[in-house]
């Protein structure tokens, strides 16, 4: 019997794994054994992945039969252990270098474990009471933090991808709303139809290098991707503000509407930071909404880097992912907005949750701000790190993974093995392996070797790195956001990269004999 059974009680009967005062004992066994179980885990992890295949784990995980419970947590957890917790992607491994995903601080996984347990939803003050102040204050207390004054609001949000979409949402309303205003067209046709009409004239101008999720949004909105209009970078991947000029300028006489320019703190692939104050100005200039992306950019709020933000404080909305820079646990996301009275754009009433009274009775409810209805209560793992940590010490452990990255870039730069596109403003690193160190290869070669390179790095679970292209060409990229990744961790993976590419050229025609087999990290 597992020491996770009662005797008392039929595992088969479903109230037993129902959580209350009955069952709390149970509960707690079954989320000690798991503790233990990662505990462990984590202890003994020597490589961020295992390097199993997909043709090897699918079988394995399409054989069990979900009809056919197990009828005790241990035994399932047994399972586990093979379908997924073996084979997981570990981020908190110093050579995990793929993604912008981090590790996570332990006082926001306490927070994980209380808020799942207690499961408030943050729609409604009566499903989550003090849930819904703790959040509140968080978004004022980040909101202070951007400088956006006394007006601004804000909720959490899955993620940058939907804070992004809310953004756009209210540029979008707004601008309508503001032109519709101003509009001479003939009263007798309907808000509706100028409205309509109105709609393809609008454009969102972001940098060329920006997130997908803001060509994704204007497709949601009804603007269609080619209401985007990507604005060329310079030589270190910053928007040129002179072509933001230029085509704003060009939307004034082609007749087409500037709803929003976004600005990027910290690109997803080369960590770059767009220059706010200038567009702050021209956004101003041209009456259009200023968002400023800073989904990965978010973490300097809170370093001694902070003056990099600069120009932050004049946006209408701003995106920040502390599942980011903040080293919280997925998800944990929230907009931003100047003005709390643009959140009117995702008000809706519903006489079973939130009806127009409780707003006369200030009664507040998180759903009138917010494209979610049910909500998790994430702001709770913020709050508790916070409140454990400070936001000094999230700062740290920030500006060490950019130090880290000055210090890579250093490496890549003297490397003749590597060619590294751009000195890191954060803490990413593009670059790419050189066939023969030359700095003219066979552009086609050294595609190959590059992609070759990555995928035999991972099939190898002794590293994960990332890809991306520049200019068309296939080039890697190293993500850093763990301050336990050292640079000797760094080197050694450049090293590995060089021995898989070095094997792939020994291994092609004309190439002479086959280099030898790479040996264990």
């Avoid at 200038?278 to 968002?291: F, P, Q, S, V």
């Avoid at 793992?381 to 700062?395: D, H, V």
């Avoid at 068309?472 to 590419?501: C, M, Q, S």
């Amino acid at each position: 019997m597992s020491l996770l059974a009662h005797p008392a009680e039929d595992p088969a009967d479903s109230r037993t794994h129902l959580l209350n005062q009955r069952t709390a004992d149970r509960y707690h066994a079954a989320v000690t054994d798991s503790v233990t179980r990662l505990r462990d885990r984590f202890a003994t992890t020597d490589r961020p992945f295992t390097g199993v295949r997909v043709d090897e784990l699918a079988p394995t995980v399409a054989a069990v039969d979900l009809d056919a419970p197990l009828h005790d947590p241990a035994a399932a957890l047994d399972e586990l252990e093979h379908l997924y917790l073996r084979d997981a992607i570990y981020f908190h491994h110093p050579r995990y270098l793929a993604h912008l995903n981090c590790p996570v601080v332990i006082p926001a996984l306490v927070g994980e474990a209380v808020l799942s347990a207690v499961n408030s939803s943050l729609d409604t003050w009566d499903q989550s009471a003090g849930g819904t102040l703790i959040e509140r204050r968080l978004v004022d207390w980040t909101a202070d933090r951007i400088g956006l004054g006394p007006d601004a609001d804000g909720i959490f949000t899955s993620g940058g991808s939907q804070s992004n979409l809310q953004a756009m949402l209210l540029a979008r309303d707004e601008t309508c709303h503001r032109e519709l205003a101003r509009d001479d067209a003939d009263d007798t046709e309907s808000a509706d139809a100028r409205r309509a009409a109105l709609l393809p004239r609008l454009r969102i101008l972001t940098s060329a290098v920006s997130h997908f999720s803001i060509r994704k949004s204007a497709t949601l909105l009804g603007l269609g991707a080619d209401a985007v209009i990507a604005v060329p970078v310079d030589d270190t991947k910053r928007m040129r503000t002179d072509a933001l000029a230029a085509e704003l300028e060009r939307c004034r006489r082609d007749g087409l509407i500037p709803m929003a320019v976004v600005a990027t703190a910290g690109t997803t692939d080369f960590g770059s930071l767009d220059p706010l104050p200038e567009i702050a100005d021209l956004a101003t200039r041209y009456g259009a909404w200023m968002h400023v992306d800073a989904a990965y950019g978010c973490g300097l709020l809170v370093s001694r880097r902070r003056a990099l933000l600069a120009g932050i404080e004049r946006a209408d909305s701003v995106t920040v992912d502390y599942h980011k820079s903040f080293f919280q646990p997925v998800s944990s996301s929230a907009v931003l907005v100047r003005d709390h009275a643009t959140l009117r754009h995702v008000t809706y009433h519903a006489d079973y949750l939130n009806p127009r009274r409780m707003v006369e009775q200030r009664i507040p409810n998180q759903v009138d701000k917010s494209l979610q209805t049910t909500r998790r209560f994430d702001a709770l793992k913020l709050w508790l790190t916070l409140r454990t940590m400070g936001a000094t010490g999230i700062g740290e452990l920030f500006d060490e993974v950019i130090d880290r990255a000055a210090d890579g870039w250093k490496l890549l730069h003297d490397d003749p093995r590597f060619e590294v596109v751009v000195e890191p403003q954060l803490s990413t690193l593009v670059f790419r392996y050189l066939p023969g160190g030359t700095q003219d290869p066979d552009p086609e070669l050294t595609d190959r070797v590059n992609l070759h390179a990555r995928e035999a790095l991972f099939a190898s679970g002794a590293a994960i790195v990332a890809g991306t292209t520049v200019d068309g060409r296939h080039y890697l990229k190293f993500t850093l956001l763990n301050p336990e990744t050292t640079l000797d961790d760094i080197a050694a993976v450049l090293d590995l990269i060089a021995e898989h590419a070095g094997r792939y050229l020994a291994e092609q025609p004309g190439a002479g004999r086959p280099a030898p087999a790479l040996s264990a990290p």
